[in-house]
């Protein structure tokens, strides 16, 4: 069974005078558990709403996502509400961390929200998290008190202090030095290595390379896919899939 399954997905929205933009355009899409799939295309093609769809924020003109053998497109803003918190896990740049909680609140706060695990369960995941994106040292700090990488770290922590079934992110990296996105990306290439479905947009070919399957959207419909299969980390192999995927996207005028 697919753990995400998005049939016909199609968004329209309105732009004010009668007018009508298309965004999605008849999207199919499906995950197997254990995937890791980048979403790539030009600025306005619909990357951020095919996240926002796949994930119940935005209500869908039509279509409809099975998540984990379940349509959720008929739920309720509450139950979408409880299903994100308890099985999906975000890296978006408008999810900011609250600035009034340091870092381990930040992380463990949707834990005590989901009411899914006990106090001491929550604490040691969440140490787990902070050892495996190196940021154990940071714990107390205020969030204006650590780097944007530091940051996006925790964000990781957060995103996946619920063991969510999938990890979606947008932009991961967008906001990081080349150094700091190498490093966010060997940590979401270590996560998924112990089984997490991951669903990136990007724009950066050096980090779809790491992905096993590329999207690429054009004018909100998947225009075409390309296969790079499991990347083995810390191979000299990334460099040839990220030659591989760039001439692919200037193939296609990216
Ligand atoms: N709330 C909204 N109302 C109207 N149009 C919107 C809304 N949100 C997005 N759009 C439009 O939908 C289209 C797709 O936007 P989206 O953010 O999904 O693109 P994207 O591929 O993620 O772009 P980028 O790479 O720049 O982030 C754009 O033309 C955008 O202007």
């Not at 004018?219 to 810390?234: F, K, M, N, T, V």
Request: net charge negative.
């Amino acid at each position: 069974m697919p753990v995400l399954e998005a049939k016909g997905l199609h968004k329209v929205y309105s732009t004010g005078e009668g007018n009508e933009q298309a965004v999605l355009l008849d999207i199919d899409l499906q995950m197997r558990q254990g995937e890791f799939v980048a979403v790539m295309g030009p600025s306005g093609s619909g990357k951020s709403t095919l996240l926002y769809a796949v994930s119940g924020m935005d209500k869908l003109t039509a279509g409809s996502v099975i998540f984990n053998g379940l349509d959720i497109t008929g739920l309720s803003e509450d139950e979408l509400a409880g299903l994100r918190l308890r099985e999906m896990g975000f890296i978006f740049q408008q999810m900011h961390l609250l600035k009034n909680l340091n870092i381990i609140d930040n992380i463990i706060l949707s834990a005590y929200r989901a009411k899914i695990s006990n106090r001491r369960t929550i604490n040691k995941r969440a140490a787990e998290l902070m050892e495996r994106t190196g940021i154990t040292a940071l714990a107390d700090r205020d969030i204006t008190q650590v780097s944007g990488g530091q940051l996006q770290r925790a964000a990781i922590c957060r995103a996946l202090i619920n063991e969510p079934a999938i990890l979606l992110g947008d932009e991961p990296t967008g906001a990081l030095n080349s150094k700091a996105a190498g490093e966010i990306m060997d940590i979401l290439e270590d996560i998924h290595h112990t089984g997490t479905t991951i669903l990136l947009a990007t724009h950066d070919a050096k980090v779809a390379a790491r992905a096993e399957r590329v999207l690429y959207m054009r004018d909100g419909q998947i225009a075409a896919e390309q296969h790079l299969g499991p990347y083995r980390s810390g191979t000299s192999d990334l460099k040839k899939r990220e030659e591989m995927l760039s001439s692919w996207l200037s193939g296609m005028g990216f």
